[in-house]
T-cell receptor
Framework: DQQVKQNSPSLSVQEGRISILNCDYTNSMFDYFLWYKKYPAEGPTFLISISSIKDKNEDGRFTVFLNKSAKHLSLHIVPSQPGDSAVYFC???????????FGTGTRLTIIP | KAGVTQTPRYLIKTRGQQVTLSCSPISGHRSVSWYQQTPGQGLQFLFEYFSETQRNKGNFPGRFSGRQFSNSRSEMNVSTLELGDSALYLCASSLDQVRGTSGANVLTFGAGSRLTVL
C-alpha cells in the first residue's frame, strides 16, 4: 500500500520556467512532509519541509504548498536551473512514528 | 564535518549468499536508518536504530537484519540472497528520531551500497 504517491515519474521543464512537482498521500496521520533531491551516485539530500499547521513554506527558489483537505503537496521551483535536474522524492512522517515514508520519485529534467 | 559513510559502494553476490553492509553516521548522530531503493518502488524503510536498539522496523522478511554498535556505527545483513534483493541500500543518520524544534526528522543520507545479486 503506497501511502505516499508521486504519480509523475518524469517531468521536463525549460530553463527559467517554473517546475511543479506533485505528491499525494493517503494516511491522515501524516503531519510532517519533506522533499529530498537525489543526483545519480549520491544519496538523497534534504531540500525543504512543511508542517501540517502551515500551508506554505519558502526557501529561496523552492516553495512547498500543502493542501490538507486534498492530502496533496507540491514543490515549486522558480526559476528552474540546469542544476535542478535530479530525482525528487517527497516523504511524510507521523507524530509518534517518526520514520519517513517516501514516494517513488519524479525525475526532473531542465532543458537549457 | 564528515558525512554518512557507507561501505562497500558496490558489490556483486550470487543467490543464496549473504552480505553485510556498513554505515558510519555523522559524528554525534545517534539514530541510524536503513532504506532500500529499487526502480519504481522509491525508498522502502528497512529499520531504524537508536542507542544500539532497534526502534522501528519496516515490512521486510527476517532475512534482513541489522545492528548498531556503541559508537553508533551500524551494519545491516541480508542472508540467503534472492535476485529481488538487488537494490541500492541507503543508510541515513539523524541527531535523534524525536523531532527537534524545527519539527522535521531530517535525515542525512550516505551515497549508498549498490548490491547486485546474480
Amino acid at each position: 500500500d503506497q501511502q505516499v504517491k508521486q504519480n509523475s515519474p518524469s517531468l521536463s521543464v525549460q530553463e527559467g520556467r517554473i517546475s511543479i512537482l506533485n505528491c499525494d498521500y493517503t494516511n491522515s496521520m501524516f503531519d510532517y512532509f519533506l522533499w529530498y533531491k537525489k543526483y545519480p551516485a549520491e544519496g538523497p539530500t534534504f531540500l525543504i519541509s512543511i508542517s501540517s499547521i502551515k500551508d506554505k513554506n519558502e526557501d529561496g527558489r523552492f516553495t512547498v504548498f500543502l493542501n490538507k483537505s486534498a492530502k496533496h503537496l507540491s514543490l515549486h521551483i522558480v526559476p528552474s536551473q540546469p542544476g535542478d535536474s535530479a530525482v525528487y522524492f517527497c516523504a511524510a512522517s507521523a507524530w509518534g512514528n517518526e520514520k519517513l515514508t517516501f514516494g517513488t520519485g519524479t525525475r526532473l529534467t531542465i532543458i537549457p | 564535518k564528515a558525512g554518512v559513510t557507507q561501505t562497500p559502494r558496490y558489490l556483486i553476490k550470487t543467490r543464496g549468499q549473504q552480505v553485510t553492509l556498513s554505515c558510519s553516521p555523522i559524528s554525534g548522530h545517534r539514530s541510524v536508518s536503513w532504506y532500500q531503493q529499487t526502480p519504481g518502488q522509491g525508498l522502502q524503510f528497512l529499520f531504524e536504530y537508536f542507542s544500539e536498539t532497534q526502534r522501528n522496523k519496516g515490512n521486510f522478511p527476517g532475512r534482513f537484519s541489522g545492528r548498531q554498535f556503541s559508537n553508533s556505527r551500524s551494519e545491516m545483513n541480508v542472508s540467503t540472497l534472492e535476485l529481488g534483493d538487488s537494490a541500492l541500500y541507503l543508510c541515513a543518520s539523524s541527531l535523534d528520531q524525536v523531532r527537534g524544534t524545527s519539527g522535521a526528522n531530517v535525515l542525512t543520507f550516505g551515497a549508498g551500497s549498490r548490491l547486485t545479486v546474480l
